[in-house]
């Protein structure tokens, strides 16, 4: 079965300073993985998407993921984080074929601290 | 560009009750799906909807129905409501399958309240 893992609840990180979010899957094959923004009482923003091809992929905001087939992870990464940047963040994988259920992650809050 | 649109914004429903939320999708988009999202936990996936028919389910029992129009807009219908169905219902949108690897565009959820 698919799963995404999302190890930290919460990441805290001081203004102008790198951030990571971690995330690892267990799915078989070659699947698409994505990375979503949630600020207080919204829905889902997309950040970014990993199809094929370079491991880094950059997208919105100044945010990029890093994927690494051997050890199954797909880390959101940002050289300098923004106060903004505070909100949850969920990671989600999909299989390439077929239709579009995406699986997600149980979400990590980021803090950015002044 | 409107994006997915969802409606209502809030609900509050007593248990037995049954409810129905509304989507519409991104224009150009025609799939559907819809997520129930838990408070503290991440988006489950409910259904998806393409061409008026329901194409994939998740691990939810047959209370959830939805159903989509001949525009591509849909609804999620629950009966028989209880406690736990309280949640963030979230509206998805996407071009057609096969299409490409299209991310999904969501919409601002619907927050149920079952009393």
């Given at each position: 079965a698919q799963s995404v893992a999302q190890p930290e609840d919460q990441v805290n990180v001081a203004e102008g300073n790198p951030l990571t979010v971690k995330c690892t899957y267990s799915v078989s094959g070659n699947p698409y993985l994505f990375w979503y923004v949630q600020y207080p009482n919204r829905g889902l923003q997309f950040l970014l998407k990993y199809?094929?091809?370079?491991?880094l992929v950059k997208g919105s905001y100044g945010f990029e993921a890093e994927f690494n087939k051997s050890q199954t992870s797909f880390h959101l990464k940002k050289p300098s984080a923004l106060v903004s940047d505070s909100a949850l963040y969920f990671c989600a994988v999909r299989f390439p074929s077929g239709f579009q259920k995406l699986v997600f992650g149980t979400g990590t809050r980021l803090l950015v601290s002044p | 560009d409107a994006g997915v649109t969802q409606s209502p914004t809030h609900l509050i429903k007593t248990r037995g009750q049954q409810v129905t939320l509304r989507c519409s999708p991104k224009s150009g988009h025609d799939t559907v799906s819809w997520y129930q999202q838990a408070l503290g936990q991440g988006p489950q996936f409910i259904f998806q909807y393409y061409e008026e028919e329901e194409r994939q389910r998740g691990n939810?029992?047959?209370?959830f129905s939805g159903h989509q129009f001949p525009n591509y807009s849909s609804e999620l219908n629950v009966n028989a409501?209880?406690?736990?169905?309280?949640a963030l219902y979230l509206c998805a949108s996407s071009p057609?399958?096969?299409?490409?690897p299209y991310e999904q565009y969501f919409g601002p959820g619907t927050r149920l309240t079952v009393t």
């Open positions: 199809i094929t091809g370079d491991n | 939810f029992p047959d209370r409501l209880l406690l736990g169905d309280s057609a399958p096969g299409q490409g």
